[in-house]
């Protein structure tokens, strides 16, 4: 039996768009189910209520628009949610005030970490909902200092101190025995010869150098370019790598809607706990352009439930190293987030651009 089509803006007429559409933006901003007389009174299109209902009906016949429990009126189903965001939502820029904000609160920011913190509060007062960052990949930070420790049975202990302060340390097996002095040579000269390159600019770096070396240094060079390999981070839970921070989920429970679903509101909160989920969906928006919306469950992510996502990416010298986002009801005012979203995370972008050292 073949799959049942989806619908198309092509298959409506101009009229059922707008009706569409007046629909969505009356129950995003009050949440209750909007009937044909409302409609009438407000969209100014000289249509009788009763072709209205018409409209509608072919509307709920399309699975865009359903009638919750024994209401007269109509409510958008994900799939006209999904159509809405899709065909006929346009983004409302945000005020000269806010994005003066915006730049003021990010061009302040002393480090790295401190304007991720920065973004993630702005999202969140800005939107009324919660603010989510992915920080910025540890492949892309920029080095401030390397130590390596042997351990025993082989092991070797990274310590590796990136310019925003951040600390990591992993353990990776040693490809050969090497003697303290050697380990404290290698981190000495990476610490002083590579000091503001990120980790893929400092093993380019190396393997030049490594080419450019004669006999008598090159079995030295090459314990520099081994050791640089075991700079790379182990990825967080499994295949995803990254963290990342969320601002203000308190407006997840005074927010837009009245009576949340409790169970659903658990859920997207012991998923931003787990992290593993949540950090799929970012993952995915480095991968794409420009702004995303992910409409709850409809999205293909369950744990989203009744929830949506609107994320975009960030870049660092021209490449992405992060995203961050808004989640909040699904009956959020896209037209107002997707604007916050795509402003903050191009100001980020450029924030961490001035305050990242250039390669040395």
Known sequence: MPAPRSTTSDELNDRALSLLKGLVEHYVADGRPVGSKTLARDLGMGLSPATLRNVMADLERLGLIAAPHTSAGRIPTPKGLRMFVDTLLRATPIDDTEEGVLRQKLGAG?????LVETAGRLLADLSQQAGVVLLPRRDVARLRQVDFVSLSEGRLLV??????????????RQPRSYTEAALTQAANYLTEHHAGQTLAQMRSALLGELQRAQAAVGAFMETMLDLAERLVPPPAGGDVAGDYLIRGESNLLVGADPAPDLGKLQALFRAFGEKRELLHVLDECLHGQGVQIFLGAESGYQFLGDYSLVTAPYEVDGQVVGALGVIGPARMPYERVVSVV??????????????LPAPS
């Open 342 to 355: 795509d402003v903050t995370a191009r100001l980020l972008g450029a924030a961490l651009n001035r305050r």
């Open 159 to 172: 310590i590796l101190v990136t310019d925003d302060g951040s600390v990591h340390n992993w353990v990776v």
């Open 110 to 114: 002393t480090d790295p970490g401190g």
